[in-house]
């Protein structure tokens, strides 16, 4: 595979892609959402993280850490502090805390998990991916696997399935997870999320803001 980039308006520090949802947040913390053959639209409320998955379903973090789901017209305060937060699903929702603690969300309560990191994202299969703080990669098959440790150095992965894997590391530099090796792919990314089978939709964010997405 090889991405085939298209620059798209706007200006964003994080976006997140899961099937035909878009999401964004601003440098302001405004936070805006696409829709298919449409632009930009506002959403009220206030993020610096935002995470989008293929059924609709949406999660943000504000900066002071308090977490939100997304109900259709506003957002819904849930318990708990974290930095990063990713929705595979309505049934796959994973976070890490500023301690860099992990855990996952079912039936209305966050279940801590062993290990650490400063990145994670969920899959809609349930699969997860998440970097530590020494840009180390682990991948783990649900709340009942056990870490692998991965090759390869990241600042940021995204999973949208086990088959569909993207990061990017400290350079900017983008890497696709494809037959069990990182595949180097064109472009620059500070921020990049993979919302299709086989890597088939892709967005990013690069240091200056620009918004960049892929369809195969």
Same mark, same amino acid.
């Given at each position: 595979?090889?991405?085939?980039?298209?620059?798209?308006?706007?200006?964003?520090?994080?976006?997140?892609?899961?099937?035909?949802?878009?999401?964004?947040?601003?440098?302001?913390?405004?936070?805006?959402?696409?829709?298919?053959?449409?632009? !930009? #639209?506002?959403?009220? +409320?206030? *993020? &610096?993280?935002? $995470?989008?998955?293929? =059924? /609709?379903?949406? @999660?943000?973090? %504000?900066?002071?850490?308090?977490?939100?789901?997304?109900?259709?017209?506003?957002?819904?305060?849930?318990?708990?502090?974290?930095?990063?937060?990713?929705?595979?699903?309505?049934?796959?929702?994973?976070?890490?805390?500023?301690?860099?603690?992990?855990?996952?969300?079912?039936?209305?309560? !966050? #279940?801590?998990?062993? +290990?650490? *990191? &400063?990145?994670? $994202?969920?899959?809609? =299969? /349930?699969?997860? @991916?998440?970097? %530590?703080?020494?840009?180390?990669?682990?991948?783990?098959?649900?709340?009942?696997?056990?870490?692998?440790?991965?090759?390869?150095?990241?600042?940021?992965?995204?999973?949208?399935?086990?088959?569909?894997?993207?990061?990017?590391?400290?350079?900017?530099?983008?890497?696709?997870?494809?037959?069990?090796?990182?595949?180097?792919?064109?472009?620059?990314?500070?921020?990049?999320?993979?919302? /299709?089978?086989?890597?088939?939709?892709?967005?990013?964010?690069?240091?200056?803001?620009?918004?960049?997405?892929?369809?195969?």
């Amino acid at each position: 595979m090889s991405l085939n980039w298209k620059k798209v308006d706007g200006a964003l520090v994080r976006v997140s892609v899961g099937g035909l949802n878009v999401w964004g947040v601003n440098a302001a913390g405004e936070i805006w959402k696409q829709l298919p053959g449409a632009g !930009w #639209t506002k959403v009220e +409320g206030n *993020a &610096v993280y935002v $995470s989008t998955a293929a =059924d /609709g379903t949406t @999660w943000c973090i %504000n900066s002071n850490d308090e977490v939100f789901a997304y109900n259709g017209s506003g957002w819904n305060r849930i318990e708990g502090a974290l930095t990063a937060v990713s929705v595979g699903s309505a049934q796959h929702i994973w976070g890490v805390n500023r301690a860099q603690e992990i855990f996952y969300y079912s039936h209305g309560r !966050w #279940t801590k998990v062993d +290990g650490a *990191a &400063v990145n994670i $994202s969920v899959g809609e =299969d /349930g699969t997860v @991916w998440v970097v %530590n703080a020494a840009q180390e990669v682990f991948r783990r098959n649900g709340p009942h696997g056990h870490w692998e440790k991965m090759p390869g150095a990241l600042t940021v992965v995204s999973c949208f399935n086990a088959n569909s894997v993207i990061g990017n590391n400290a350079a900017g530099e983008i890497y696709a997870w494809v037959n069990n090796n990182w595949v180097r792919q064109p472009g620059q990314t500070k921020h990049i999320s993979t919302g /299709g089978n086989n890597n088939s939709k892709v967005w990013g964010v690069n240091a200056a803001g620009e918004v960049w997405r892929h369809d195969a």
